[in-house]
């Protein structure tokens, strides 16, 4: 599967972004899918993941947790990530990643695709 994050930008301290994940290919509702973020000089962190819809959990970084939401359309093989009240430590490159496991969550060696990340930037 392929995936392409978009949605990124600059904004204030207190404002909303929506990214948005498309894959490619007809399988998509067999996926689990995450968001990560890395900021500069720091390792990538998990921010995000929408379990298989068998079992369908979603967990969020409590660094995020009533800030961000995350959503799925399976009928556009599309993930959302709506994020909410973002702080400057929210700048980073998001990255959207696809695992064939039930519920992946912060795991990063479960995720088999990445997309090219789109960049968040808040500004105080």
């Known amino acids: 599967v392929q995936l392409q994050a978009s949605g990124g930008g600059l904004v204030q301290a207190g404002a909303s972004l929506r990214l948005s994940c498309a894959a490619s290919?007809?399988?998509?509702?067999?996926?689990?899918m995450g968001w990560f973020r890395q900021a500069p000089g720091k390792e990538r962190e998990f921010v995000a993941s929408?379990?298989?819809?068998?079992?369908?959990?979603?967990d969020y970084a409590d660094s995020v947790k009533g800030r961000f939401t995350m959503s799925r359309d399976n009928a556009k093989n599309t993930v959302y990530l709506q994020m909410n009240s973002l702080k400057p430590e929210d700048t980073a490159v998001y990255y959207c990643?696809?695992?064939?496991?039930?519920?992946?969550?912060?795991?990063?060696?479960?995720?088999?695709?990445w997309g090219q990340g789109t960049l968040v930037t808040v500004s105080s």
């Open positions: 990643a696809a695992s064939l496991s039930m519920r992946p969550k912060e795991n990063r060696n479960e995720y088999s695709y």
């Open positions: 290919g007809r399988t998509f509702s067999r996926y689990a």
């Open positions: 929408w379990s298989r819809d068998s079992i369908y959990y979603v």
